[in-house]
């Protein structure tokens, strides 16, 4: 099944993606429509809002919660699941939040009504079934709607949400965690732990998206536990599985040379994590992608690795929606002594959302616990053929 519709139904999503517009362009006018194949919006420079940059220290617990002065930033899940039967699942959730107006543009009065308020929030919800994927988005205004916000990111009791759909701590602390989503007849209720801290991105937790500068602050939790149950079509599912949580914020996550990007996340069986990604230019023959890369040790700790050392072979590359997409891939890596393929659990884990984009369960394969395991590929950028 393809193309869930949100609670409220299609029209109340192309609705709010009218009122959202600013969000989808980058500008103030609801009538342009929003770029669906195109990152370009991640590109725009606007002057007037705080810029990511090196030596800023991140600091928690305020640093979950959102980033109004600057443009963009998300809270993004992936978990790789099991059901009873040894079956493989996918579960994506993403709070995406950004501003209209950067901070010196904006009335500092209270808005008349929440329609009016400078944050709109956008949220993804996927479930990759061993059958089929399916996926859900929504908007909402981050301001009150009769008293209550309807979106928003508190750092302290965290709690990330939009409407029904939430990530929130349970307790004091910052862990567990607690997600909760639904579109129906499907959801996810899942519990979140991990006996293992947050990992900060790049240097100190800024990671730099392109050799000339920019970039974004970045840190991760890799070691999540999950568990709890999928419903499907109305039928549960217990689940249970390793979860991933990546936070950023930027005004400009990629310059305007940039197309898009290619983003693992993986699980390996030895109890290591190891996330990569490299940033495409727009023109192919001008340059070479932007490529980072690090491997997270089963303790925590963390080895950048060197990024002319990563080798990326696109071994197949296959027709979806109409895009021409590279789900089978071949990556050494002989600093770590490291070779292993990796392949989409199955082709069609397209996110057909206004912002369009693969992001699916992915099988990792080589020799020995270091080489295999699972994870999440994200691709970005792609133009349609």
Not at 111 to 135: C, K, L, V
Not at 226 to 241: C, F, K, M, N, Q
Request: proline share 8%; aromatic share 10%.
């Amino acid at each position: 099944m393809k193309g869930w519709l949100p609670q409220h139904g299609r029209a109340m999503v192309l609705l709010a993606g009218l009122a959202a517009a600013p969000f989808l362009t980058g500008c103030s006018n609801p009538d342009d429509p929003p770029p669906r194949d195109d990152f370009a919006v991640l590109a725009r420079a606007e002057p007037g809002y705080r810029q990511a940059r090196p030596g800023r220290s991140l600091h928690f617990p305020a640093d979950h919660g959102a980033h109004p002065d600057y443009r963009i930033e998300w809270w993004y899940l992936t978990a790789n699941l099991r059901d009873d039967a040894g079956r493989a699942w996918g579960l994506q959730w993403t709070l995406f939040r950004t501003a209209t107006a950067p901070p010196s543009a904006r009335d500092t009065s209270p808005p008349a009504n929440a329609w009016q308020s400078p944050q709109i929030y956008m949220a993804h919800f996927a479930i990759s079934t061993p059958d089929g994927h399916r996926e859900a988005q929504r908007y909402a205004r981050g301001g009150l709607h009769d008293g209550l916000a309807r979106a928003g990111a508190n750092a302290w009791p965290f709690r990330a949400w939009l409407d029904d759909w939430t990530l929130a701590s349970t307790t004091g602390d910052w862990l567990p965690l607690r997600l909760s989503a639904t579109a129906h007849p499907d959801g996810a209720r899942l519990e979140l732990d991990s006996d293992r801290g947050l990992v900060l991105q790049g240097q100190n937790g800024f990671s730099r998206k392109h050799a000339g500068g920019g970039g974004s602050h970045y840190y991760s939790h890799p070691f999540l536990q999950a568990r709890g149950e999928l419903t499907v079509d109305g039928r549960t599912i217990a689940v249970h599985g390793d979860a991933w949580l990546d936070r950023e914020w930027s005004s400009q996550f990629l310059q305007t040379d940039q197309a898009g990007w290619d983003w693992f996340a993986v699980h390996l069986e030895s109890g290591e994590k190891l996330m990569l990604f490299r940033v495409r230019p727009r023109d192919p023959t001008s340059g070479s992608p932007h490529v980072h890369g690090v491997l997270i040790q089963a303790d925590g700790s963390t080895r950048p690795l060197e990024p002319d050392l990563i080798e990326f072979r696109v071994l197949t590359r296959t027709p979806v929606a109409g895009h021409e997409l590279p789900l089978h891939w071949r990556i050494r890596i002989p600093e770590i002594e490291r070779v292993f393929e990796v392949r989409a659990l199955y082709p069609d884990q397209w996110m057909d959302v206004d912002f369009a984009y693969w992001e699916g369960v992915v099988t990792v394969s080589g020799s020995g616990p270091q080489n295999s395991g699972t994870g999440y590929l994200e691709l970005t950028g792609y133009p349609r053929q």
